[in-house]
């Protein structure tokens, strides 16, 4: 049996999406310095690293992570290549894979390649998905759909996708290193923080090949 660890780690000078506030992580006391254990810090927004998004995110009043439904975060998962010459996942795209199980989506793109680097710099132009292709996981029954960078949706209109998704109840995964999963089935395991009331919350994900 194979884990593979899709999560980006949280640290300072992470990656997060333009304008939001950087992650800080520091020590509250340290055994060196002379206390008793070492104790760490953390404040970082609900977006920051790999992370999942309810429909509160675009939608006042809609459902938040207090009526999340944890069986989707556990169970059959296909994660998808998207070819390198892509620059956005549409429905003809969508079409073309013949896909029997579409509950759960993984959509690897060459946005990978970008975490070879941690330390990189926001591209505007990362791989994402189109309107048109996110009305098609709806259609075709989609619980959860992720991707390998910091948004679903593309830079230039990142509500639309958004919106058509989470309005349906389709969970978004955000941020994920998809480096080592190769294309094909798996178990995916995924555990957002129970934020309580809010519209989104920092996940551990991983896949599990039992095969």
């Known amino acids: 049996m194979e884990f593979i660890d899709i999560t980006v780690g949280i640290r300072n000078d992470m990656l997060v999406w333009p304008g939001d506030e950087p992650a800080k992580i520091g020590w509250e006391s340290r055994i060196a310095e002379g206390a008793i254990s070492n104790v760490s ?4 927004g609900a977006h920051v ?40 996942i549409d429905a003809t795209f ?3 894979l013949s896909l029997v199980n579409v509950t759960r989506l993984l959509f690897k793109t ?49 509500v639309t996708p958004h919106e058509i998704l989470l309005s349906n109840n389709v969970v978004i995964l955000e941020t994920l290193d998809l480096r080592d999963a190769q294309p094909g089935e798996y178990q995916l395991i995924c555990l957002p923080l129970k934020l309580e009331s809010r519209e989104a919350a920092p996940a551990r994900a991983i896949l599990m090949k039992t095969s």
């Open 110 to 158: 060459s946005n990978s390649k970008l975490w070879n680097d941690s330390s990189h710099s926001f591209h505007p132009d990362y791989v994402a998905v189109e309107p048109g292709a996110a009305q098609w996981l709806v259609e075709h029954g989609c619980k959860l759909v992720g991707i390998d960078y910091l948004s679903i949706a593309p830079f230039n209109d990142s």
């Open 49 to 88: 690293g790999t992370h999942i998004d309810m429909p509160l995110h675009f939608f006042d009043g809609a459902p938040n992570l207090d009526s999340l439904d944890l069986s989707v975060f556990i169970g059959q998962v296909t994660v998808v290549e998207v070819p390198e010459e892509k620059s956005r």
């Open 41 to 44: 810090s953390i404040q970082i």
């Open 94 to 96: 969508l079409d073309s």
